[in-house]
């Protein structure tokens, strides 16, 4: 079973923990998708298109990096975090790599200054 197919299973019965109105259909529904493709996704027998893919990260409060294994973290719920990406983005394209060595640097050198707990 490929990852989108197990994270979406995963995501769906641990909705259907506290919900029982998680079912293949519900979510299905939510997706504005038959019952039948969302079961293939579950699957793995079928690949859903980016606007569904979309709609899967909207419904399950993750990002599609994590639907598509590329990141195991669910989503981006910090601020901090949310802040950073912000400013990283504003860097422009040339100076990328020049920044990220000294972003990694100054991390690296907090770590050693506070200790890694």
Do not use: C, H
């Not at 195991?72 to 060595?101: A, G, H, M, R, Y």
């Amino acid at each position: 079973m490929d990852i989108l197919a197990a994270r979406l299973k995963r995501l769906r019965e641990e909705n259907k923990a506290s919900n029982k109105d998680w079912t293949q259909g519900y979510v299905a529904d939510k997706l504005n998708v038959a019952r039948t493709s969302y079961t293939a996704y579950e699957n793995g027998t079928k690949q859903p298109t980016l606007e569904t893919l979309l709609n899967m990260a909207d419904l399950f409060d993750v990002t599609i990096d994590y639907l598509l294994g590329r990141s195991i973290q669910k989503n981006i719920n910090d601020d901090f975090v949310k802040e950073l990406t912000e400013l990283i983005q504003l860097i422009p394209e040339e100076k990328i790599n020049e920044s990220k060595i000294k972003l990694l640097a100054y991390a690296q050198g907090l770590v050693d200054a506070y200790g890694s707990n």
